[in-house]
């Protein structure tokens, strides 16, 4: 019913309020994530015949995009009661037990390489616990790694955490160690993930409001531009006074000091008590201030509640405080790889239907990481891969696709990530492009609980992408967020966004939305965001006192303040057809920031707490390309429905009122005739007035107000 819901909005209210152009199509049930994901999986796994394969994808989006593999090709079997030394080509052990499948990813892969030509490695039921990454290169293109048919294989990112002792004072210890360079991210406890030692402690309830300090102004430096590797805390705020040795901030910032358009894991260097300083490292392009909101994690001394962690690296030991009534038997895994699997220069490899959790958070941050990297699934150079029907939870990034063309994503469920959900585009310096990928029906949850400014599915460097049929579900910050970043080097042409449903976008930041397309390289991207359904697109931001902005808050006179929009562009992104989308329940519904020539049409918004169109020409300030056109809004259908009955602000000294036009947009609901705000004042009454004042002055032809009971 869900996939319905967005065509059966727009019909009911193009019944109430008839205008020309197109509605929304209605979706195929066959391309929604679940059931795609379910019949990817039957038609991919590793005893699949090609009519298999055909039956489960006909009348699918992927029936076109993917071709059978399983002809011709030799199979070995992996499973984790097999062993290295027998042959792999026995699923199950004989009865001698003299041979049967590997117990190892990596024993299979140097098989398949050693034999040549085409293979399978079919995975077998149960836990495979990685202590590595498993690495493929040129040598094993087109190699298949599937699930076994109705089986389930599960590869943790690290080892299984075994023999606790219980402590005097209740707590678990066990002794743990590590690979060379790595570190314990997270620990999962009967499946679920626990909390690092922090403080304050998180809160029990998951309010995002709450379990946080708030820095202080600094009494003794006032360069704000300090704040990239120096914040300021009130007397008594810290537990620890000065032992910094193993301590991160967790903080919320951004690129410029005192926003809230990210987060970042910065370690401590040193606590400077006379002038009440947290010292860290940092980057330049990632700022705190006077009100940044954080915690503080990596201390022994932070170890007080249930469900809390601490890794002793002196002593090679984990200590974990239990939640009631766990015993010590419980399943225990160390997080310790942010990549499981790394594709190198592996061209057209499939991978399919296996599960991949229990890593290390790392990959989404500004600190230590490079681009967006890490990824539970990475891919370098590697053209043609295709990822299909896997599940990835509990990592730091789901997966990371950098200078690879013609990659399918498709099928996939994944969540509880700790940056972006898919990365999709280029590595900083070499700025190799990632043409031709196609995204598509996977179900993406629950995204960006360490880094805030992260994606469901970020994407740049990339021509004639698609991204089809997925459903993105409560995130940090974007659903979906496209362009260019840098420049040219990172540019986007041909974009399609179509057929998605987003709901409970910026859920963690004061400046974001739903979906944005960026275009800092400066030339018509000539790309579509179309017949997609959007709801709940929220914001979370808080004043210096500790004290947050209301949910739905808007304010077009007050900053800073919190924004959102459920669609936007930004940063000179132009060229950008936003078509046929059903916005219902967000803030600002729709945005243009700084472009030209995009086109607003055919959409359906209803419920917003905030303007419906929010026009903007600050990211554009002084740029008038020769081939510049108007920004039209035409053809929507729009029900007002905030407290202030503001339809639409426009703030455009710079590129003057001509820059945006409207046509033939029907509203209704609460307007006013302060229900247009037009900044450089080019209306008779001002700078608010109503449709009537925005048509005296020329910026609007045929829009209609329809009264309905």
Not at 87 to 97: E, F, H, I, V, Y
Not at 138 to 161: K, S, T
Not at 322 to 335: E, H, I, K, M, Q
Request: hydrophobic fraction near 40%; charge should be neutral.
């Amino acid at each position: 019913m869900r996939w319905r819901f967005a065509p059966i909005l727009s019909i009911l209210l193009a019944t109430l309020f008839p205008r020309p152009g197109n509605l929304a199509p209605v979706s195929s049930d066959a391309d929604a994530p679940d059931r795609l994901q379910s019949a990817v999986r039957e038609a991919t796994c590793a005893e699949a015949s090609p009519a298999i394969f055909s039956g489960k994808l006909k009348g699918t989006s992927l029936n076109k995009v993917l071709t059978d593999t399983s002809a011709a090709r030799s199979v070995f079997y992996v499973s984790p009661d097999g062993k290295d030394d027998w042959s792999g080509r026995l699923p199950k052990a004989n009865p001698q037990r003299t041979d049967g499948p590997f117990a190892s990813i990596e024993r299979a892969r140097d098989a398949a390489r050693a034999k040549g030509g085409q293979n399978t490695i079919a995975m077998g039921n149960g836990d495979y616990y990685l202590a590595e990454p498993v690495v493929f290169d040129a040598r094993d293109a087109g190699l298949v790694i599937a699930a076994r048919c109705n089986e389930a294989p599960v590869l943790h990112g690290g080892p299984l955490v075994r023999k606790w002792a219980i402590q005097a004072d209740g707590r678990w210890t066990a002794s743990l160690k590590l690979p060379p360079g790595r570190e314990v991210g997270d620990l999962f406890v009967g499946g679920a993930r626990q909390t690092q030692a922090r403080f304050p402690n998180a809160p029990r309830d998951g309010d995002p409001r709450k379990g946080w300090l708030f820095a202080a102004k600094c009494p003794q430096d006032d360069d704000i531009w300090h704040g990239n590797t120096r914040f300021c805390f009130h007397s008594g705020d810290l537990p620890i006074s000065k032992n910094a040795a193993g301590l991160v901030a967790n903080i919320v910032g951004g690129f410029h000091p005192g926003s809230q358009w990210g987060s970042d894991t910065l370690p401590v260097v040193s606590i400077d008590n006379a002038n009440s300083a947290i010292n860290t490292k940092g980057t330049a392009y990632f700022f705190t201030a006077e009100g940044s909101r954080y915690f503080l994690t990596g201390a022994a001394a932070l170890l007080d509640a249930p469900g809390e962690w601490w890794y002793d690296g002196a002593k090679e030991q984990l200590v974990y405080i239990p939640s009631d009534g766990l015993p010590t038997s419980a399943t225990a895994v160390a997080g310790i790889l942010p990549t499981f699997f790394r594709l190198d220069g592996a061209r057209g490899m499939v991978i399919s239907g296996l599960r991949f959790r229990d890593g290390d958070p790392q990959g989404s941050g500004k600190f230590a990481t490079d681009t967006r990297g890490f990824g539970a699934i990475r891919l370098e150079h590697a053209d043609g891969v295709r990822l299909l029907g896997n599940a990835i939870d509990n990592v730091g990034v789901g997966i990371h696709v950098s200078e690879s063309k013609d990659v399918v994503i498709a099928g996939n469920v994944i969540g509880d990530v700790a940056g972006n959900g898919i990365y999709l585009g280029t590595n900083y310096g070499t700025f190799l492009k990632s043409h031709g990928a196609k995204i598509l029906s996977n179900h993406i949850h629950d995204i960006g609980r360490v880094y805030f400014e992260t994606a469901g599915i970020w994407f740049q460097a990339a021509d004639n992408v698609r991204i089809a049929h997925n459903l993105i579900e409560n995130v940090a910050q974007f659903g979906i967020a496209g362009g260019s970043l840098w420049g040219p080097q990172d540019a986007v042409h041909d974009a399609v966004i179509e057929h998605n449903v987003i709901r409970n976008a910026n859920q963690h930041t004061a400046d974001g939305g739903a979906i944005k397309m960026m275009g800092e390289q400066a030339d018509p991207l000539n790309s579509s965001i179309r017949y997609n359904l959007v709801t709940g697109t929220g914001q979370l931001m808080n004043r210096a006192d500790g004290t947050f902005w209301p949910p739905g808050y808007e304010n077009t006179s007050e900053w800073p303040s919190p924004i959102s929009w459920a669609i936007y562009t930004d940063g000179k992104a132009s060229g950008v057809r936003i078509e046929g989308n059903t916005l219902s329940g967000n803030i600002t519904a729709i945005g243009i920031n700084g472009g030209w020539s995009n086109l607003v049409t055919g959409n359906v918004i209803s419920a917003g707490s905030g303007a419906a169109f929010r026009v903007d020409d600050g990211t554009g300030w002084g740029w008038r390309p020769p081939w510049a056109g108007p920004n039209r809004i035409e053809d929507n259908i729009v029900s007002v429905d905030n407290s202030n009955g503001l339809a639409a602000y426009v703030y455009a000294p710079d590129h003057k009122p001509g820059s945006v036009r409207f046509a033939r947009n029907r509203y209704s609901g609460n307007l006013n005739d302060k229900s247009f705000r037009i900044n450089p004042e080019i209306m008779p009454s001002g700078e608010f007035g109503s449709l009537s004042d925005l048509q005296k002055a020329g910026a609007d032809i045929g829009s209609i107000v329809s009264h309905t009971e």
